[in-house]
């Protein structure tokens, strides 16, 4: 006799990829703040520098830091999101649905603003000098952490747009006050 594993419930699954999305955007900021206070001395160590991979290098430090700070308030947003996908209310979908929007809208911000952009390399060896001060496992990072990052929120959107968690959020016992995290054992109790 085979039993197949119910699916996780859709309130459950959206939170999983709000940490999800989390996880990937810490890993893209932490890696901008180490870079950022290694830069110096890197850009010290790999010295001399023509004027025009000077002025590409202060590009480069700038958006470090701006890309860590983009980073660490859309981790301070998504945190949030995460806390509040739990709380049954009515409110609470529309909520996370605008914040997840804002989180995506500052992903693309962040795009835009990458260290990577600043590399105007004329030559493959202008390129390769570049990348001993921003490392090309960087852009890989980004890239992916951005990419993985949107999926799952996407993904948590939809999940958040099933009827089960439709039900989860209009119906319930107004006597019953949020219990925060003892929310997963209404969730279980629920199924």
Do not use: C, K
Not at 66 to 71: E, W
């Amino acid at each position: 006799m085979s039993r197949t594993a119910a699916a996780p419930h859709p309130v459950r699954q959206a939170y999983r990829l709000i940490i999800a999305a989390i996880t990937l955007i810490s890993a893209e900021t932490i890696a901008a703040a180490v870079l950022y206070a290694r830069f110096d001395t890197a850009r010290t160590a790999h010295a001399p520098w023509s004027v025009r991979e000077q002025l590409q290098l202060d590009s480069m430090h700038t958006r470090l830091a701006l890309t860590a700070v983009l980073g660490a308030g859309l981790v301070g947003l998504l945190t949030g999101v995460a806390m509040a996908v739990l709380r049954r209310s009515v409110g609470t979908r529309t909520v996370v649905g605008l914040a997840a929007l804002l989180t995506a809208v500052g992903l693309l911000l962040g795009v835009v603003i990458n260290p990577d952009n600043a590399l105007l390399a004329y030559g493959a060896a202008e390129e390769a000098h570049l990348y001993r001060v921003l490392p090309f496992w960087f852009s890989v990072l980004s890239s992916t952490a951005v990419t993985g990052a949107l999926f799952a929120l996407a993904a948590a959107f939809v999940a958040l747009g099933r009827e089960a968690a439709y039900e989860y959020y209009q119906y319930r016992d107004p006597a019953l006050g949020w219990t925060g995290f003892d929310s997963w054992r209404e969730i279980a109790r629920d199924r």
